[in-house]
């Protein structure tokens, strides 16, 4: 290093000369001009303070505490074709900037009551300090207030006894004869040694001169000012003022301003000014700046219009931003400093802990009982949804397509000893973690098993996860009036499972029960509501609402609809509510049966609409002050999210390398799942993943809930994907771009005929298969009723033909809702075997009258299709 000037130095580091005199300043150097000679000790002392101010330990071995990295990425898009030009490339370069602080340097964690008591106590000294500074203020108000008036008050009485005074005198006046004055007077101011002083121009009580006792008035002149036909002097009269002879200026009596060539004399003494003064010196603040901020809501807590911080960012950083456009940490830090305020960075756990210090009053709550949350459990058609049919005396079953469950279903009974909440899991071995969803957020399982056909792998499964979260268990034998059942097999089998009834000795109740006939129902519920008497079931109600998110699914005409179950506090219409990485205000709530609700508490299942999104099935949800906090903390959870992903997914890449590396043969089977709720997608996914082997990879490129849309062609189409859709169906766009391109696409509506589809392609079984083929679509325009065959459907034959013996779907916004047969298909009043794309007809669809004005109606075939080896 050598010496250099400060002129060459600010060139050198690219930075303004009057910022680099500062910060030499500041450093404790002095220079004084551009044109100075700065040493290599001088320079090393300047470069210590630089890091010492931005955060950074002195020493030359000192490590530092925190590492911004920025990444410029620049890619190329191409455009469609231009006639004349051809193809139109566009360049575009992508700048991120990104703070990690060193792990040392973040607070040590604890167990979670800990830091609940501390991010408390911290809010309160927080909340404590703020309101002692806003006290301070009022009292400072107050006083300077009580000041102001009471300098004003002297002055109103000043000049009201100034009027008095003067109008003493002209009444004095007025009553004397005109002519020259008494001599008595001029005798009696004769003996006086000194004259009194004049009157000073606007006297005040403490040195107002000895009034001359003034003669009353005449009787005429009392009269008129009486009757209000003389005008009684006062302060601002101009014709006082010239009998007295004072040389003050004329004011105007209603505006207050100066008359034109006079001066304004001293009406106000200075000691009757109020204190209120102008701020000369700028307010600097202390802003909190999280990792990511709008324009706005920075603006807010500066206490400026968002225009100056755009005017900010564009003329000093130049940032082109709009008022509604995200900064990050780093960016919006830089906009505070530069506009004179103090920021103060967010660290990345602060707002979990606003919420785990809200979740701490939770323990000072009043508990109350509540009602339990019972799940029913077991193998698949070993009659769990049919058991909780009986107690709601409804059919649930009927509607699930294979005769399935495949969802979890929350429905609240109410029995003559309390209400009771059911959750029914699915059985099948694909639903693994909604069965263990369903375990974490019950009180008590009932384990349903056949009689007939014993214990099974799920219900193995269903003990394992009942143990796991410590729940205890009501064993239900079901189907006990068969003639092959064997109740004593059942629990010498769940002996083995470490289940014991009680009357072996063990602590399990054993109930004997027919879902068919409703025998044992009744002592089935006796044994849920004892086992709940002895929990003691409860739960605070006078906090924050908090609980957890069963299933959720998205409906185009309510958009984002989630099943959630109320566990602590009381959930009202209106609540913001954070839910996971998503977030919104409550605008409607249903229960079970689809009746309006204003508010659920504690283990009440309940439909909720006006989510940004949809929730993940299992996340859990809490009640909030404001929406501007949940999006904030919604924000902040999506993007530690989004880091994550980015980093497996960069991991993933390195290991396909190296696989491939190991063996060139491997294969990718590629998947886009779309389902029609969430519970749905998330078993698929796992099932799927599960089949892979050390040849196939099976990869879900993407997943979501809803129709299948373009831009999953389009995906498909960009990754070799295969789609499946799961009660869903594509829309006209995108069944347009899969035949064109020839995208793979497989409906299905049972998840194990998905499973042995996927296996049977991964295992190289290329045996015939049969597949569906849909030939035609009818658009619904009206319903006509029919006394023979119920609702009658008009539709309008938009895509093929729609033929009489060939089975079908009705579909409604892309999502299947009955599958079954036509039971008749006419044309105006004659029977048709076919009616073709183009025409209209009447439809009726066997054991099925909830068809609808705008539902479609898919006519499909099955086609035996030989594979190819």
Known sequence: MSDVTVRQLAEVVGIPLERLLTQLGDA????????????????????????????????????????????????????GKVPGKGVKTVSVEVRKKRTYIKRSELPESSERRQEAEKARQALEDQ????????????????????????????AREASELLERQRAEEKAAKEAEPMPVPQPPVVERAAPEPVAPPPPPPVPIPAVAPPVRPAAPPPAKAAEDLKRGKKKAPSFGDKSVRREEGREGPDLDDRRGKLKKGKSRGPVVMPEQRHGFEKPTAPVVRDVQVPESISVSDLALRMSVKATEVIKTLITKMGVMATI?????????????????????????????????????????????????????????????????????KSRVAASEAGGITQHIGAYQVKTDHGSVTFLDTPGHAAFTAMRARGARVTDIVVLVVAADDGVMPQTREAVEHSRAAGVPIVVAINKIDKQDADPDRVKQELVGLNVVPEEWGGDTQF???????????????????LQAEVLELKSPQKVAATGVVIESKLDKGRGPVADILVQKGVLRKGDFILCGQEFGRIRAMFNENGKPLKEAGPSTPVEILGLSATPNA???????????????????????????????????????VFSRMESAESIDLNLIIKADVQGSLEALRGSLVDLSTDKVKVKVVAGGVGGITESDANLALASSAIIIGFNVRADATSRKLIEERGVDLHYYSVIYDVIDEVKKSISGLLAPEYKEQIVGIA???????????????????????????????????????????????????????????????????????????????????????????
């Open 28 to 79: 404790g150097l002095q220079v004084a001009s551009a044109d100075d000679m700065l040493s290599d000790a001088e320079k090393l002392k300047l470069l210590s303070h630089l890091r010492q101010s931005h955060g950074k330990e002195q020493g030359d071995g000192a490590e530092p505490r925190k590492v911004t990295l920025q990444r410029r990425t620049v890619s190329e898009l191409k455009q």
């Open 127 to 154: 909340q404590r300090e703020l309101e002692a500074q806003e006290t301070l203020r009022l009292q400072r108000e107050e006083a300077q207030r009580q000041q102001a008036l009471e300098e004003e008050r002297k």
């Open 324 to 392: 509604n456009q995200t900064l990050d940490q780093d960016t919006a830090i830089l906009v505070v400093e530069e506009m004179g305020h103090k920021a103060i960075a967010q660290a990345e756990d602060n707002l979990e802990a606003e919420i785990m210090a809200s979740m701490a009053d939770e323990e000072t709550a009043e508990l109350l009982p509540r009602a339990p949350v019972v799940t029913i459990m077991g193998h698949v058609d070993h009659g769990k949804t049919s058991l909780l049919d009986h107690i709601r």
């Open 511 to 529: 109930v004997a029960v027919s879902a068919k006939t409703g025998v044992g129902i009744d002592e089935l519920l006796d044994a849920i509501l």
């Open 618 to 656: 299992g996340d859990d949800f809490v009640v909030v002050a404001d929406e501007r906090k949940a999006r904030e903390i919604a924000l902040h959870r999506e993007e530690k999210s989004r880091t994550t992903k980015l980093a497996a997914q960069q991991a993933a890449k390195l290991e396909d």
């Open 779 to 869: 658009e619904v325009r009206d319903v006509f009723r029919s006394p023979k065959f119920g609702a009658i459907a008009g539709c309008m034959v938009t895509e093929g033909f729609v033929k009489r013996n060939l089975p079908i779907r009705v579909l409604r916004e892309n999502v299947v809702i009955y599958e079954g047969q036509l039971e008749s298909l006419r044309r105006f009043k004659d029977d048709v075997g076919e009616v073709k794309m183009g025409m209209e007809c009447g439809i009726g669809v066997k054991n099925y009258n909830d068809v609808k004005t705008g539902d479609q109606i898919e006519v499909f075939e099955k086609v035996l299709v030989q594979r190819a080896s």
